[in-house]
Nanobody
Framework: QLQLVESGGGLVHPGGSLRLSCIAS????????IGWFRQAPGKEREGVSC????????NYQDSVKGRFFISRDNARNTVSLQVNSLKPEDTAVYYC???????????????????WGQGTQVTVAT
């Protein structure tokens, strides 16, 4: 059974950092583009970042550029999202998603991805 599990969320103060992880089971991440998304209460799910199958291409939403960094370790079937300099507006449930037939495009769109994890909550507050 193909499964994605996110972890690493939590409550942090503004300016803090977290490292979110997405671990795949039941399939190899080697063949998949991976995206990170987030959804805040009352808002639509939005793309945050994506990474190509071998990690050579990464893209970021403008609001997180220079603060968030995506990486992957195919040997460990894991994709990570390092989130730094967190702001209250970064508060959301963060999801990873996988797509076998797509590409990591500049516009990271939820409907381009087929397989989804359950999400991990990130809360940025004083």
């Amino acid at each position: 059974q193909l499964q994605l599990v996110e972890s690493g969320g939590g409550l942090v103060h503004p300016g803090g950092s977290l490292r979110l992880s997405c671990i795949a089971s039941g399939f190899s991440l080697n063949d998949y583009v991976i995206g990170w998304f987030r959804q805040a209460p009352g808002k639509e799910r939005e793309g945050v970042s994506c990474i190509s199958r071998r990690g050579g291409i990464t893209n970021y939403q403008d609001s997180v550029k220079g603060r968030f960094f995506i990486s992957r370790d195919n040997a460990r079937n894991t994709v990570s999202l390092q989130v730094n300099s967190l702001k209250p507006e970064d508060t959301a449930v963060y999801y990873c998603a996988a797509e076998k037939f797509g590409v990591c495009s500049a516009d990271v769109r939820p409907h381009d991805y087929t397989y989804w994890g359950q999400g991990t909550q990130v809360t940025v507050a004083t």
